[in-house]
Every structure is written in structure tokens, then in C-alpha cells.
């Protein structure tokens, strides 16, 4: 059977409306006769010219989710359930790398965490870039030589000419990252896909190329799909987060509603443990306990045994989604009308005000503080 | 927390290499550390934090000052004796919890495995009780003593690492990286441990991270290091509330805050070395107020003195 090379829908996305809409994706994996059900029913939506933050654990399922759009799932997975549209195409469906090529690299690009892994250390970093560029366009060698090194200075590598030439060894981790960006960008897709793009960075370093990520995406109008375990991060590039526990997403909003008013239980859990909340000298929060096995049938809510909050309907049925606003809503029955008021827990509270009093510091102390951090930039 | 001084580096140096190529990783740094007191280093990757922890634990010889422990110097060459005690007293936990742990040999060889070296124990009995308290110490059952690394989870490998320095009854850990490599639940875990063996042990630590937010969180002084110098050295929260140094200063702009409000506005301060004047006076290792140190010239020290 000869599968069909995906056509896509060229109508212009208008920024805000749905790009990527997966929906109820169940992704597996076959190990040594088991099978592991890595997303379970997950849903969720990319906007035109957003960035969407998926956060959770290790093991949530974050960067299987996200590699499924990109026709990047190892050989022993599959999607086995839902769809997932992407301007009229149901990616879910493509079967075919020839099908795939239409898409990834092309539409929707990937920036992993271990730059050394996406660049080839036998080939100068130039003619990496120049080949991503010219894979998807019928250019000569001149032409798409062109366009890797305005991508070099694109991504602020100076001296292009010279780094070009260049092989992946002579430069520092922070300059490699930006290399892999400028493949992943070379061909001006709409989608980049980061997944843990900094982890393996220093702080300094770190935020340099987040700010070379933010500026990319307004420069070329992308949306971002940004994967990180790091709250810190995620409060610095995301409009819309997307929080995951044992593969599915169970709280999704807007960045300042799961910061400032997040109503799942497990969301309460992964702010509370961050150590920035803490009070020193008293013990951070820590969640109990280990997430369920992905090789069992989950029942009831899959957070329920590590959650001292829990219900008893929380063992027995899986909840569904509960509106909270109209771009928040959370996967938890402590939303639903006929559950007992229970409050979020003090740390969480705490958190809030704590958060607060600093915003209130920072404004008073913003008059001299922050012009002067400008000029220091700038210089 | 005591006042009593347990480690300190006396303008302490590192070269590697010799002649032309010679390398100075660190570079006249001076610091103590007090009983039962977490003092935290901080810096980008490569500016000597690891190699400073390695010249403590005498693996890397020092090029110039030196290096004492309570009131002995133990830089260079030192006695049997001393040495022995050295390597009980001063033990080092890893940032990959799966890398420095032996993956063929079960828990039990693992943590006892200083207590071998060292002959640290009469009977059978007594080895295999000193694992056991390590063990629970750190929050794991005795019985997973006969088990392998592999079948534990990043936190849990983590705390074996710490079992096996425990089990040495240490006075100072050097923590490099612990817990960079773990995910934020775990972290927790293993930052509460840190903190309650300093309170009930009394232990010290030297901690090499570059987390700021951990650091803050954990540490009683904080000291930064650009290329192998101390550039700022202070009680964690003063150098988190007032920092000088314009290094100090980037370094902690650059740490994201929980908190999209703050974080959106925020502008990224960035540190160039070229803003420093040294051509006419030399920059010193300074006390601008107790406790906090800075590197800099007498006309800066002046300017951040206000
Ligand atoms: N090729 C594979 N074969 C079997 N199981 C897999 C495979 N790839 C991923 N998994 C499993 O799928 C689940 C989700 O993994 P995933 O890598 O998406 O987690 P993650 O949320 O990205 O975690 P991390 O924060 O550690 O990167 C895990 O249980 C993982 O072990
Ligand atoms: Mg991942």
C-alpha cells in the first residue's frame, strides 16, 4: 500500500487560534512482550505564536508526547489511539518517513537537550546548518551556504564566515546549543519542539539562550512547544502551561493560573517542593512515593496513592477535566460541586504571599534597581 | 552551628601544567569552613569549583598556599597516620548518583567498601551493623543491602551515595553537583537529608553547585568564583539581598524565578570582565562589612561600600 504524501492546509493561522490539536493520544511501547502505556488519552492544543510549557516529573511522558509529533517515537512505540491535526493532516496517522519528511525539520522542528547528539562531530557545523536548510528547498549549494550563515548570525554566532568551517568539538556547549537552533530553524518551521533545551547548561548560559529562543519565536513567529522540569524556566518563557502526571495532562491554563491559582493537587505538590518556597531550616515540601507503573491499567486518579488530599471516589473512578475558567481547567475530582471543600495546602498558600511581598519589594525597589540593570545589559 | 573553624584554604592555587602551558584552574583563594555549616561554591562551569573540592580531598596537588584541617596543614606531604584520618574524616558525594556507583556489586559491598579499605571494623557483625545505620540514616531499608544499584531510582541511587560517605562517620562532606541530575520531587528529598545531617550530626559541608536556588536555600555563606578567583564570599542571604560583585550580580539575575510575573519583566544582566579598571591599582580580597568579602580595587570597594 503506497500511503499518501500528507497536503498541507495553507490558510494562514491567525495568532491565537488552534495549530496543533492532539486529541485523547494514547501512545505504547512494546518491551520484551509488555506493553507500557507511556500517554494515556493526553490532550492538548498549540496556538499560533504561543509557547506552551509542558511540565511534570521524570517519566511523565513529556518528551514522548512531544516526540510524537514529529514522527520521532522509537521503533518499539506507536501511537495507538487519537489524533493529532495539524493543519488538516491527522498526524497520528502518517506512517511513511516519506510522509514525515513533509513535516518534520520542514513544519515542526525538534531542539534536544544534549546538543552533541543532534550535531554530527565529523562535520563542520556550517554544512550542517546549510544541509537542514536545503532539504526541504530546491536551492543551489551557494544559496543555502547563504542561508546557514545568516541562521549563524541569526542565533548570534559571531564571526559566521569563520565558525562555519568550524566542527562541533571547537565550540563551548553554550554555542552548540545555539548551532543546533540554527538547524532546527533553518528551514523556518512553525513549530519548534524543545525538550529540556538548557538542562545541561550554567545559569549564565541558560538564560542567554532561552532569551535567544524568546526572541526567535517573535522574530519569525513560531510556537513553542517547551518541555522542562525547571519552574523557574517555565515562569520566564511560558503563556500557557501544560502539567503531566503518568502520561496524561491533568492540569492545563494560562502561566499566572497554575502559578498563582493552580487547583490540582498535583500541581500544589510540584510548587510546593521548589526550594525557592521554602523556609530555611525547616524541611521542603517533598512528594511521597514513586508515580504508578505505565505497564498496569491505571485506576481511579493516577496521583491518589501519593496524594495525602485524596478522596475516596479518587481510587475508584478517573475524574474528568473540570473547567476553572475559560483557558484553565484541571483533571481532579476536588473540582467537582459534590466534593468536600478541601483547601490547598498552607505551603502552597504561603507560596502565593510569599510571591506577593517579593513582586511588592521589587516595585519599590524597581525606581533605581532596574534602569541600572538596563544600562549594564546594554553596554 | 559552632564557631570552630574545621577546614580552611589559605590562598590556596592550582596549576596544571608546567612552563608555557601552564594553567592556574585556581587562583589565590582563601576560605574556611565552620563545624556543622554549609558553605556553598558557586560558578560557571569550569571555573575551578571541582578542582577546589579535588585539591581538599588531595587528589589534585596545590601549586601555592595552603590547605589546613582544625590546625593542621594537610597540603603536601603528610604523615600515615594523618593521611588515614584525612580520608575517614573528609569524605566526597557525586552529582551522578548511577556513575559512581560500582554497578556489579550490590549495596551492601558498596557502602561498606571505605570500611574495607580502611579496616574500620573488628567483626563481621559490626561492618554489616554500620551499614545497616547508614542505610537508615538516609531513608533506606536495611534489607536493600542485597540488592543492585540499578534497581533503584535516581533519589534512591542518590542516597546511597550518601550512605557510603555516612558510613565513614565524616566530619566534612563535599557535595559536588548532588543534586543537579535529579528531578524536583527527588530533589526535595535529598535536599532535607542534606540539611537534617547537619542539624543532628553537626556535619560540615562544602557544597559545588550552580543552582542558586538550592544554594540559597541550603547554604549559611555562599562564594562565588569567576575563573578560579573568589570574586564575592558572604552569609547566604546577604548575598542574595545586596550582592556587589558585577559577576555575583549577573550570575544571580540569570537564575529564574518560580514566578511569571517577575520573570517576564526581568532584564538579564551581563557580565564583562573588560569593566573592571585594574591597570593602575591591583585588586584585593577585601572586608566590606562582616563576613562579606569582595574582590575588587579600593576605588570599587569604595563605590559599593554605599
Ligand atoms: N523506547 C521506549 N521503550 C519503552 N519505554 C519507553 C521508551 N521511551 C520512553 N519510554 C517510557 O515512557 C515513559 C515516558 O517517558 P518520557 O521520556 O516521555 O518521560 P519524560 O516526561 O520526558 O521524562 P524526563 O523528565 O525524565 O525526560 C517512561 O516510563 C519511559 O520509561
Ligand atoms: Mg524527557
Known sequence: ?379 | MSQEIILSAENMSVTFGSGRKAFRAVNDVSFFVRKGETLSLVGESGSGKTTIGRAIMRVHPISGGAIRWKDTVISGKVNGSAERALRQKIQMIFQDPMASLNERAKIDYIVSEGLYNYKLFTTEAERRAKVEAALLEVGLLPEFASRFPHEFSGGQRQRIGIARALVMEPELLIADEPISALDVSIRAQVINLLNRLKKDRGLSFLFIAHDLSVVRFISDRIAVIYRGKLVELAPAEVLFEHPVHPYTRALLSAVPVPDPEIEKEKCLVVYDPAQHDYSKVAPAWTELSPGHFVYGSDKEIAGWQK
Not at chain 1, 55 to 69: P, Q, R, T
Not at chain 1, 151 to 156: A, F, I, K, Q, S
Open chain 1, 1 to 379: 500500500m503506497k500511503y499518501e504524501v500528507p497536503v498541507l492546509d495553507p490558510a494562514p493561522v491567525s495568532t491565537g487560534s488552534v495549530l496543533l490539536e492532539a486529541d485523547n493520544m494514547e501512545i505504547q511501547f512494546n518491551l520484551r512482550g509488555r506493553t507500557l502505556t507511556a500517554v494515556r488519552k493526553a490532550s492538548l492544543q498549540l496556538r499560533a505564536g504561543e509557547t506552551l510549557a509542558i511540565v511534570g516529573e521524570s517519566g511523565s511522558g513529556k518528551s514522548v508526547f512531544a516526540k510524537s509529533f514529529l514522527g520521532m517515537l522509537d521503533r518499539n512505540g506507536r501511537i495507538s489511539g487519537g489524533t493529532a491535526l495539524y493543519r488538516g493532516v491527522n498526524l497520528a496517522a502518517l506512517k511513511t518517513e516519506q510522509q514525515w519528511l513533509a513535516i518534520r525539520g520542514r513544519r515542526i522542528a525538534m531542539v534536544f537537550q544534549d546538543p552533541m547528539t543532534a550535531l554530527n562531530p565529523l562535520k563542520p557545523v556550517g554544512e550542517q546548518i546549510r544541509e537542514a536548510a536545503a532539504l526541504h528547498r530546491t536551492m543551489d549549494k551557494e544559496a543555502s551556504r547563504l542561508v546557514a550563515l545568516e541562521m549563524l548570525e541569526r542565533v548570534g554566532i559571531s564571526e559566521p564566515e569563520r565558525r562555519y568551517k568550524q566542527y562541533p568539538h571547537e565550540f563551548s556547549g553554550g554555542m552548540r546549543q545555539r548551532a543546533v537552533i540554527a538547524t532546527a530553524i533553518a528551514c523556518g518551521p512553525e513549530i519548534l519542539v524543545c525538550d529540556e533545551p538548557t538542562t545541561a547548561l550554567d545559569v549564565t548560559i541558560q538564560a542567554q539562550i532561552l532569551e535567544l529562543i524568546k526572541n526567535l519565536q517573535r522574530d519569525m513567529g513560531m510556537s513553542v512547544l517547551f518541555i522542562t522540569h525547571d519552574l523557574g524556566v517555565v515562569a520566564k518563557m511560558a503563556d500557557r502551561i501544560a502539567v503531566m502526571y503518568a502520561g496524561q495532562v491533568v492540569e492545563e491554563g494560562m502561566a499566572d493560573e497554575i502559578f498563582y491559582d493552580a487547583r490540582h493537587p498535583y500541581t500544589w505538590a510540584l510548587l510546593a517542593s521548589l526550594p525557592q518556597l521554602g523556609i530555611k531550616g525547616e524541611d521542603l515540601f517533598a512528594i511521597s512515593g514513586t508515580p504508578p507503573s505505565l505497564f498496569r491499567t491505571i485506576k481511579g486518579d493516577a496521583f491518589a496513592p501519593r496524594n495525602p488530599l485524596a478522596l475516596k471516589v479518587d481510587f475508584e473512578y478517573e475524574p474528568p477535566f473540570f473547567q476553572v475558567s475559560p483557558t484553565h481547567r484541571a483533571k481532579t475530582w476536588l473540582l467537582d460541586p459534590r466534593a468536600p471543600k478541601v483547601e490547598m495546602p498552607e505551603t502552597v498558600k504561603r507560596l502565593r504571599q510569599k510571591l506577593k511581598d517579593k513582586k511588592a519589594e521589587d516595585i519599590a525597589a524597581s525606581g533605581t534597581g532596574k534602569a541600572k540593570a538596563r544600562k549594564e545589559t546594554s553596554r
